[in-house]
């Protein structure tokens, strides 16, 4: 699934999340597991900019492709979306990435956890099993800050009401702005987990949604007892700065030509877990050398690169590296 991309349709699907629907530009049937993504360019304001988005449709409906996408305060792409792309305007993506599935990891119980705009690979995986009537059985948890958070609320209750082995529960913060919660309330808790999930330790886990969100449930998990191969999780959010460690390798100064920082890194850490620690964020989403988000052009120096697949043919000899797989061999200056 490499190529252009047709925006067929837009559809609001909360005040502040859309989903932008594609066809392939020449006939193509998109074919891809539930729970993968592809690697979207977009021109914006005469640049290129690469960003990862999760698929939302279900490759049980495979004429179309989807994406659902929340705008982020100051998110140059998300706003960009929002803002200007329209149906008829045309994009490239690459893909399917991800190994996020439950065609990975087929299972007679699921449980489905998900906070913000972690719900986008949950709602492919759970449209696809109810596509297919497949007995196994889905219980499905979002949380959202309130109601009015919430998405595809009436699609996942349709599906709950009319799908024997579904269930659905939302957890929220506080009331929206027009209706009162009365369901689950506050943010999610292992006791809440229990009472919507009593048969927890039998179900196969798969969670996304944003870091802290994501580090409770590890936790919450821990507690109950699930084995970590149990437990699948994903997230496009960039890491955390980590605490600077002595290694005792050799540092070297990694210079950022159009921010003019520069930073250390010591051999063996990558080039994007360095600009982490010193604080400063760089475009990333897979962390594994897969979607290319922080690919960037090395203008000076030689690095040790380990890629996954996230660069195109030619980009090597255009001196195009990966920061999350790529560690320094000498003093670098990279475009960044």
């Known amino acids: 699934m490499t190529g252009p991309l047709v925006c067929k349709q837009v559809r609001d699907v909360t005040h502040d999340m859309r989903t932008f629907v594609f066809e392939a530009s020449e006939p193509a049937l998109f074919r891809h597991d539930p729970g993968q993504y592809l690697t979207f360019t977009f021109e ?60 990975r990891h087929p299972a007679p119980a699921y449980l489905f956890l998900s906070g913000g705009s972690g719900i986008t690979p949950l709602m492919s995986m759970t449209r696809t099993l109810y596509d297919l009537a497949s007995p196994a ?38 009331d929206g702005a027009v209706e009162r919660w009365d369901g689950h309330r506050g943010r999610l808790t292992l006791d809440v987990l229990r009472q919507i999930a009593p048969d927890l330790p039998r179900r196969e886990v798969f969670t996304c949604g944003p870091q802290g969100y994501m580090r409770a449930i590890r ?18 959010e960039a890491p955390a700065p980590a605490a600077v460690k002595a290694t005792g390798d ?57 890629p996954g697949g996230g660069l195109r043919p030619g980009d090597v000899a255009r001196n195009k590296i990966l920061l999350c797989c790529s560690t320094p061999l000498e003093d670098l200056v990279i475009d960044a």
């Open 219 to 236: 936790r919450m998990l821990a507690t109950a007892g699930l084995p970590e191969d149990r437990c699948h999780e994903e997230s496009f």
């Open 44 to 103: 914006i304001d005469g640049q290129e900019i690469d960003r990862c988005y999760t698929l939302s449709s279900p490759p049980s409906r495979p004429l179309l492709a989807s994406i659902t996408v929340k705008r982020v305060p100051g998110g140059r792409v998300s706003n960009w979306l929002h803002d200007h792309l329209t149906p008829g305007d045309v994009v490239r993506a690459r893909g399917p990435l991800g190994g996020f599935s439950t065609a």
């Open 137 to 174: 059985d889905v219980v499905f948890v979002h949380s959202a800050r309130t109601p009015d958070d919430i998405p595809f609320r009436q699609e996942l209750e349709l599906m709950a009401a009319t799908a024997p082995h579904i269930r659905v529960a939302h957890v929220c913060e506080d």
């Open 250 to 306: 050799t540092s070297f100064a990694v210079r950022l030509s159009r921010s003019g920082a520069t930073i250390a890194c010591d051999t063996g850490t990558p080039l994007l877990e360095a600009a982490a620690r010193a604080g400063i964020t760089l475009p990333s989403s897979c962390g594994q050398g897969l979607c290319g988000t922080c690919v960037t052009t090395l203008e000076k120096g030689t690095v040790d690169m380990r």
